[in-house]
């Protein structure tokens, strides 16, 4: 009896290891929390065209929204809309935590109420079918990015201003 009990005690001692190994794990790893991030190293590279480029296609979809009659495509279009505005967020806050300085706040007195109201902007366009709202959030992230491209911290950048 070659593969015996001996065979049997090793084969079951390695999955009781293989248990206790993935048991440990996960308990290491049950409290993590994901991360998302531009890219967490503070690479230099930032643009509100990013933010824009969301806030439009939010715009646009709810347009394409308005002149279907196709139920299924207006699901669709309902949930790209909100998944769009959820990255306007996003790319504001990078710029709101990452480019700007306390200099940058105290040289443009209305950036926060601007960073403010393009967020919660974008949380009014997840909650709205209503084109208006749409266009008001693309009119706050102008003035952000008119803001930005007056810093010299974007003039170093390597990215290029709107023509």
Known sequence: ???????????KLRHMLHRLFDSAVSRAFSEATPAHAHCDLYCGVYDPAQ????????????????????????????????????EVKHHLMVLWADFFTKDHFEQFPNLH????????????????????????????????????WQTDKAKQMGVYPPA
């Open 113 to 148: 109420q601007l960073f403010w109201d393009g967020v919660h902007g974008a949380g009014d366009v997840k909650k709205s079918l209503d084109v208006a709202v749409a266009e008001k959030l693309l009119k706050t992230i102008d003035e952000i990015a008119d803001i930005f």
């Open 1 to 11: 009896m070659a593969h015996g009990y001996g065979a049997w005690a090793k084969g």
């Open 51 to 86: 933010a824009k480029i969301e806030a439009l296609s939010c715009l646009k979809t709810l347009q394409k929204y308005h002149d279907s009659d196709d139920e299924h495509f207006k699901i669709r279009a309902i949930l790209i809309k909100e998944q769009r505005a959820e």
